[in-house]
DNA sequence: ATTAGATTTAGAATTATTCTAAATCTTGTT
DNA sequence: AACAAGATTTAGAATAATTCTAAATCTAAT
């Protein structure tokens, strides 16, 4: 069947990105700050009032794996998602919670030099800085 | 009521060190992995039967407050803890699961570069390394 | 139209963590 | 030693985040 799998994959690749991994990927896409599930899902509700709780996970799931989200997980509660795909750095302010985006451009040899201390193949490199954002420090 | 129990020597009575406390911090320094509070839990038990999941759960709060362990959070699952306390990074393969320690000095650097570049007042910076561990790497 | 396979749905189940209220322990005072 | 105030522990309930389940629905290829 190999003439038939060429046009299976290319019908397939279109519609993999079904109504509602579309509408999730939009909300995050939309989203000013790095929204929870439980964010996604009350917005993604507002675009397609039967979507389920189970399909955001498993949509968010779908997108993570396909490369078009990243997972965001730091210590307190739920994890983020972020439509920012390039690598790039965060930074968590323990005052009010916010996190924000910015972009090292030293990581690039921080990774290396981090694979070749721990012998590790790397994949990839996440760098959080914590602390006190502008509008939480105080002096 | 007569006394069961020897008391705690004076320097664990000085600094609130409870019995519990100490045991939880014994499990998590002994453990040659970091271990969950879950695994802590199951730890502590054998020392101190009657510990209870919350005991675990308010001393691991209280030995992080205190600075004695460390809390690790990455994507999937449950916290793990940490007795190396100063300064360090982690590698997390994604074949087992294994974490790993590491040091990278470069890491004071970045968290000044980093507190610039986003104008937070830094209080720590956490670097971890995805990929595959010696064990799974394939090539 | 039929079938196979993937996806969605609602809700149950699971996992991780926090909360609650009563019991117990510690410490300081008498 | 007795006593009270305050901290800690305990068991279990409650909550939050996430995954699982099984039936219904959709899609693509016959």
Redesign the pocket.
Known sequence: ?AA?RK??DA??R???L????EVVLEVVTDAEHHP???EVFEQAKKR?P??????V???L?YLKDAGLILEITFG????RYDSETSRHDHAVCTGCGKLVDFDLTETVELMRAAARRTHFKPASIHLTLVGLCPDCRSD
Chains 1, 2 share one sequence.
């Open positions: 069947m038939h046009a299976h019908a397939a279109k519609t993999n079904t109504r509602q991994r929870t599930a439980a397609l039967t979507i389920s709780y189970a399909t996970y498993n949509s799931r307190n509660g739920a994890s």
